[in-house]
Nanobody, 138 residues
Framework: QLQLAESGGGLVRSGGSLTLSCLMS????????IGWFRQAPGKEREAVSC????????NFIDAVKGRFTISRDTAKNTVYLQMSSLKPNDTADYYC???????????????????????????????WGRGTPVTVSS
């Protein structure tokens, strides 16, 4: 059974960096898109980034572009979210999730940014981790 486990969260000062890890067990990354999501207190969960099953498609929300990167190590079956220049409004519980590389019309789980007619709509994640908290102090 596929399971996801996040780690790496913690307390960091504004401007600092953290790297979150998402370890997949029970399956291999090669078959799944992995998304990172976050939920701040009192706010709805939002997608932050994704990496497709072939590792080629990467997407980020505007709020983190240039500050966050996503990568994976297939040998370790782990996806990483490297976060730098952290801001207090990055404070949230961060979750990773796994889904399939599918599209419904032009809405895709993790499309290639080069395919500008496609939209990143990560509403088909099937498996979720329990989350790791990130707190950025000012």
């Amino acid at each position: 059974q596929l399971q996801l486990a996040e780690s790496g969260g913690g307390l960091v000062r504004s401007g600092g960096s953290l790297t979150l890890s998402c370890l997949m067990s029970g399956e291999t990354l090669d078959y799944y898109t992995i998304g990172w999501f976050r939920q701040a207190p009192g706010k709805e969960r939002e997608a932050v980034s994704c990496i497709s099953s072939n590792g080629k498609n990467l997407n980020f929300i505007d709020a983190v572009k240039g500050r966050f990167t996503i990568s994976r190590d297939t040998a370790k079956n782990t996806v990483y979210l490297q976060m730098s220049s952290l801001k207090p409004n990055d404070t949230a519980d961060y979750y990773c999730a796994a889904g399939y590389d599918t599209c419904v019309g032009y809405a895709c789980q993790c499309p290639s940014p080069a395919e500008t007619h496609l939209h990143w709509v990560p509403n088909g994640m099937k498996f979720w981790g329990r989350g790791t908290p990130v707190t950025v102090s000012s």
